[in-house]
């Protein structure tokens, strides 16, 4: 008897509790889901910030564009006047490149008119009032064009210094439209990411929820195990897809499941049969040496005594066959018995 448990232990316990063993942790998807989950609810919350800031560099940068159209259009407007002042320039330029002609010209007759008079006759002295006259008109309009000029180009001067100004805000303003643009392409990069990562994490949590759902129909086939139908048998065979079971005493047989009995009768030199009916299309066979004490159409429930085992005579061993179908085929019977304790 020490022999056959020791077998028992080693043959049926042990792949068993290795297939329990092998059942993953249904907690572990559900923690990986709330992390998941977590990370989701975070980068959307950094995307909001990512979209606020977003806006908040649309608005300076249409600010600054703004500013620098605005800019732009005085710009132009300087040019404009730079370019008129230097057009009046040139005209008083050459206005008094010519009173610089006159006066010459002026001077040369003054010495030629001069030098056919005596120098202290009246003639001469006539001659040296009108000309002194004239030489005083001429320098007053000389000096009076030589002012509008020294004025305009002091305005010219003034317009330049004021046309540096606007274009040092030009480049400072292009410079800050620069930044601005790269601080937006960054904001706009990183919230592009954010939108991949929670795609990523969603399509996570998809395999996640499909791996639980897979592990979830293992785990509840693995619930709907079968009993074992005898208890203190003296000898167990599994090669076969059913179990056979070996015993020397009379012992209670009882259904591995619920289910309805849907055949009870004897079967040629093998003995009584009683085949039970389980959900999702299960059936369990009960062949052997054992007395029925159940009959057809009658609702099982797991454990319910169905017969009473009934060895062969003195010193021999009586069998009972155990064998699960699912839609109509056999299974591997011993993968689907609860773990004996």
Known sequence: MAILRYIFIVIVCFPITHLYAAIPNHNTPLKNIKYYKNEIAKNKNENLKFKNEINTFEKKLNSINNKYIKLLNLKSRFDQKIIKLKSENQNITAKLDNFTLVLNKLKLRYLLDRSDTDEDSAATLLINNRYNKMFNELKIKKRSIANSLFKINSRIKLEQSRLSKILSKIVLFEDLSREWENNKAIKVNNYLNNNKLIASYKGKIKIIKRNRFKKSKKLSSLKNLFNWPIKKYVGINFKKKGVTFSFDKRLDVKAGKNGKVSHVGKLSTYGTIVIIKHKNNYRSIYLGNFIAQIKKGQ???????????????????????????????????????????
């Open 299 to 341: 609702n099982i429930i797991q454990g319910d005594i169905i017969g009473m085992s009934d060895p062969s005579g003195v010193n021999q061993l009586g069998k009972l066959y155990y064998e699960i179908r699912k839609n109509n085929k056999s299974v591997n019977t011993i993968n689907l018995l609860k773990k004996k304790i």
